[in-house]
């Protein structure tokens, strides 16, 4: 079976920073496209940053600059290092993947189960 676990969410001040990890799990031969998405109460889910499998990186202009995603394709894992963090930042952040190919199959669209960043003074 292949899941995606996030973690590293939690409540901070503006200001502060935050590291959110995804790990893809299972027996994981490779991994297209990861990103991270988020999703505030009463908002549609939006791509906050995205990153294929040789680094090319794609960022959500309100995060540019303050946000950075990375890989460690070894580890079949993803990261989202937030900076300079904001009350409008506050959203439940979700991992996915694109397109695992796994010894299961091939998995389209994958998604985790989602981390909460709060972001209040």
């Known amino acids: 079976q292949v899941q995606l676990v996030e973690s590293g969410g939690g409540l901070v001040q503006p200001g502060d920073s935050l590291r959110l990890s995804c790990a893809a799990s299972?027996?994981?031969?490779?991994?297209?496209?990861m990103g991270w998405y988020r999703q505030a109460p009463g908002n549609q889910r939006e791509l906050v940053a995205s990153?294929?499998?040789?680094?090319?990186?794609n960022y959500a202009d309100s995060v540019k600059g303050r946000f950075t995603i990375s890989r460690d394709n070894a580890k079949n894992t993803v990261y989202l290092q937030m900076n300079s963090l904001k009350p409008e930042d506050t959203a439940v952040y979700y991992c996915?993947?694109?397109?695992?190919?796994?010894?299961?199959?091939?998995?389209?669209?994958?998604w985790g189960q989602g981390t909460l960043v709060t972001v209040s003074s």
């Open positions: 996915n993947a694109e397109r695992i190919r796994s010894r299961v199959g091939v998995i389209f669209n994958a």
């Open positions: 299972g027996s994981i031969f490779s991994i297209t496209s």
């Open positions: 990153t294929t499998s040789d680094g090319s990186t």
